[in-house]
Nanobody, 124 residues
Framework: QVQLVESGGGLVQAGGSLRLSCAASGRAFSSYAMGWFRQAPGKEREFVAAISWSGDTTYYADSAKGRFTISRDNAKNMVYLQMNSLKPEDTAVYYC?????????????????WGQGTQVTVSS
């Protein structure tokens, strides 16, 4: 069993920054990849970023490239999403998730545990 708890969301002005954190409990955190997704009102949940179990490989949605950075600290069972140059269209609930399979990093179907989400609101 894995539990994921996100934190760090909030209200920020356009151009600002936020750092999201995801605390994972359970065994073998360092053996699985992790991802960040987001869901805006009335929209489907979408991929933001993912990181391999070792942290050596990262993946980003086009909307996140150059602005967001995903990282992890396996010693602390933590995953982070540093978000810079935030835009109003980044407003959403952000979720971290544990990847379950060898499927696409970009698909929600490849993840089996999800956190409760943290709200990010970017004002213009």
């Amino acid at each position: 069993q894995v539990q994921l708890v996100e934190s760090g969301g909030g209200l920020v002005q356009a151009g600002g920054s936020l750092r999201l954190s995801c605390a994972a409990s359970g065994r073998a955190f360092s053996s699985y990849a992790m991802g960040w997704f987001r869901q805006a009102p009335g929209k489907e949940r979408e991929f933001v970023a993912a990181i391999s179990w070792s942290g050596d490989t990262t993946y980003y949605a086009d909307s996140a490239k150059g602005r967001f950075t995903i990282s992890r600290d396996n010693a602390k069972n933590m995953v982070y999403l540093q978000m810079n140059s935030l835009k109003p269209e980044d407003t959403a609930v952000y979720y971290c998730a544990k990847r379950s399979s060898l499927g696409s990093y970009y698909s929600t179907k490849s993840y089996d545990y999800w956190g409760q989400g943290t709200q990010v609101t970017v004002s213009s």
